[in-house]
């Protein structure tokens, strides 16, 4: 099972930032937490990883809790290609796959 | 351009008609894996290997076979397609099955089981 909780959808408008939260409370001190994101049927894509600090790249930044036990995923000027469904992963030390959980539907307004 | 491909992208069959979903990755990653997607489900793991000659079951093995002659290559088999194994399949690759390995996803292949 998804040691992860993620809102079912959520919407944004076209050029806000959309931040898409993520609850992880059983989260381990190996395991990190990884964002992919799946466009319509297409390949999940990787998006962004972290282990307890902030990391930013050029699709997103995440924001990790001081306690681990939440993370925020932030898209900071989103666009109608950014409308997917966004996965949460916990991931690593005695995880040793991927498990998709059922993520949450980001639907971009025009 | 590095990247993983599948073959065929869409496939429409009959039962217990064999047949193989091609996988290949241009990036020398040692691990792969197959996953399949159902509505509700989530994707789920089906096989990965974790080098050449080196192959494990998943989460739902059951009707599938693999196998890793070459290292860029990890074809899926069905030797006896029945209509339950009509899904959406992706082919994933790594470096390695590491703490902060990042999979790499194929384009997927939707196959329909008469």
């Known amino acids: 099972d998804a040691k992860t909780t993620q809102p079912p959808s959520m919407d944004c408008a076209e050029g806000r930032a959309a931040n898409l939260p993520c609850n992880h409370s059983t989260i381990s001190g190996n395991e990190y937490v990884y964002w992919y994101r799946q466009i319509h049927s297409q390949g999940p894509q990787y998006i962004i990883h972290g282990l307890k600090n902030n990391e930013t790249n050029e699709m997103a930044s995440l924001i990790i809790t001081e306690d681990r036990k939440s993370s925020t995923l932030i898209l900071p000027h989103a666009t109608l290609r950014d409308t997917a469904v966004y996965y949460c992963?916990?991931?690593?030390?005695?995880?040793?796959?991927?498990?998709f959980g059922t993520g949450t539907l980001l639907a971009v307004q025009p | 351009e590095a990247q993983v491909t599948q073959n065929p992208r869409y496939l429409i069959t009959v039962t217990g008609k064999k047949l193989t979903v091609t996988c290949s990755q241009n990036m020398n990653h040692e691990y792969m894996s197959w996953y399949r997607q159902d509505p509700g489900l989530g994707l789920r793991q089906i096989y990965y290997s974790m080098n050449v000659e080196v192959t494990d079951k998943g989460d739902v093995p059951e009707g599938y076979k693999v196998s890793r002659k070459e290292k860029r290559n990890f074809p899926l088999i069905l030797e006896s397609p029945s209509p339950n194994q009509t899904s959406l399949y992706f082919c994933?690759?790594?470096?390695?099955?590491?703490?902060?390995?990042?999979?790499?996803f194929g384009p997927g292949t939707r196959l329909t089981v008469l």
């Open positions: 994933a690759s790594s470096f390695t099955r590491g703490l902060t390995d990042t999979q790499y």
């Open positions: 992963i916990v991931y690593g030390g005695a995880t040793n796959k991927l498990i």
